[in-house]
């Protein structure tokens, strides 16, 4: 159903290297906008500012947005934009618009893009001027637990695995995991099989898989101050925290290769054999 990818198990498919250089093509836009908003970032912007700027560089590449139009059942109104911009206790899914960002806020942005056919999608949280010390620490555990999940892919292993080892580093932290929202694959769709957890616990058992070269995982920890449970705001999209603390999101989108891993969405125009890397893109 995938197109040209090869079947594997449980509804996954795995991509050719053709679709793994196209799906490449797609993140490098992704890469683009977040870069802008790096710039962007400041106090005194509207959320609705970047998304604006981020539809204009889409639509300049040639993309189109992944996320605009996108319609959830329990939702009142498909979503409309290109990014999603959660501030603060917003953990996913926040509506850019007239909110102004103030300093010490953090601010996570999630951008997806289609290009050629193929997606795109990632997510990097950035600090407002100057943020609390706990703020920071909160950003540099969420962005090392995507590191860590890079760094730990290796073929024939469950992603389990990778899950628990995520999870412990993020509590050992003194931080959440977010369970009610994971990681995904990714392709031709935005949402693929499978299922991508960050943490692993025995009700996910069903769910575990094996990682092969072709599997390519939009892998998004999203780690919270507090409790890691959450609730749905009033607008039925923006997701926050149950008790109203920070929370931080990461996100690339990583190809699994016969040495291991290769993220798509670091902004290189081509793949580096082996490559486990993961660029750092934290807060300012």
Not at 3 to 25: D, F, T, W, Y
Not at 113 to 134: H, I, K, M, N
Not at 187 to 209: A, C, I, L, T
């Amino acid at each position: 159903m995938m197109g040209s990818g090869r079947p594997a198990h449980g509804g996954i498919v795995l991509k050719s290297p053709r679709e793994i250089e196209l799906m490449r093509r797609a993140n490098a836009v992704v890469h683009r906008v977040l870069e802008e908003m790096r710039g962007l970032v400041k106090a005194g912007v509207t959320t609705g500012a970047l998304n604006r700027r981020a539809e204009e560089v889409i639509a300049a590449s040639g993309g189109t947005p992944l996320f605009k139009g996108v319609v959830n059942p329990h939702a009142r109104f498909p979503f409309p934009a290109a990014l999603c911009v959660s501030v603060n206790e917003q953990i996913v899914h926040g509506i850019p618009g007239d909110r102004v960002l103030n300093e010490g806020d953090i601010v996570s942005i999630d951008c997806g893009v289609r290009l050629s056919g193929y997606c795109g999608d990632a997510a990097v949280t950035f600090g407002v001027g100057r943020v609390s010390a706990e703020a920071e620490h909160l950003l540099r555990v969420t962005e090392e637990s995507l590191a860590l999940a890079v760094r730990e892919i290796r073929p024939g292993r469950p992603w389990s695995e990778v899950a628990r080892a995520m999870q412990a580093y993020v509590e050992g932290q003194n931080l959440s995991v977010v369970r009610d929202f994971v990681g995904h694959g990714i392709g031709r769709q935005m949402h693929e099989e499978p299922k991508v957890p960050n943490y692993w616990d025995g009700q996910r058992r069903s769910e575990d898989f094996r990682l092969e070269p072709g599997l390519v995982l939009a892998i998004e920890p999203m780690v919270n101050l507090g409790t890691h449970e959450t609730k749905t705001t009033s607008d039925s999209w923006t997701v926050v925290t149950r008790d109203g603390r920070p929370s931080a999101h990461f996100e690339h989108t990583v190809a699994v290769t016969a040495a291991g891993s290769d993220v798509l969405s670091d902004g290189r125009t081509g793949p580096a054999a082996g490559s486990s890397r993961v660029e750092r893109q934290g807060s300012k």
